[in-house]
């Protein structure tokens, strides 16, 4: 996905952001792009509407083995989002 987006934002001059969301969880710290990153920050009903969204998937966040582990999801609900531009 992120490819063909890329691609397709080239093929008619748009301007690309990754948005990371397993790059904090498995990236080494000092050979990542997010310290290059731009943070936007969330107005608070965009803050709202993002937690109540991921409330819906209780199967992802739930249970003894979720998907997304307590500290991913703390990094999701930031009040904030970090997007990176492609090398």
């Known amino acids: 996905t992120s ?6 934002a080239a093929a008619v001059g748009a301007r690309v952001r990754w948005f990371p969301i397993w790059a ?10 997010l310290a ?3 943070r936007l920050s969330l107005s608070e009903v ?7 969204a991921a409330a819906c998937y209780v199967s992802q966040i739930d249970g003894d ?4 582990p307590t500290p991913m ?7 904030f989002e970090v997007f990176v531009r492609p090398s």
């Open 3 to 8: 490819t063909a987006a890329t691609d397709a």
């Open 24 to 33: 904090w969880h498995c990236h080494e710290p000092t050979e990542s792009s």
């Open 36 to 38: 290059q990153g731009q």
């Open 46 to 52: 965009s803050l709202y509407r993002k937690r109540r």
């Open 65 to 68: 083995s979720p998907v997304v």
């Open 73 to 79: 999801l703390a990094r999701l609900l930031r009040p």
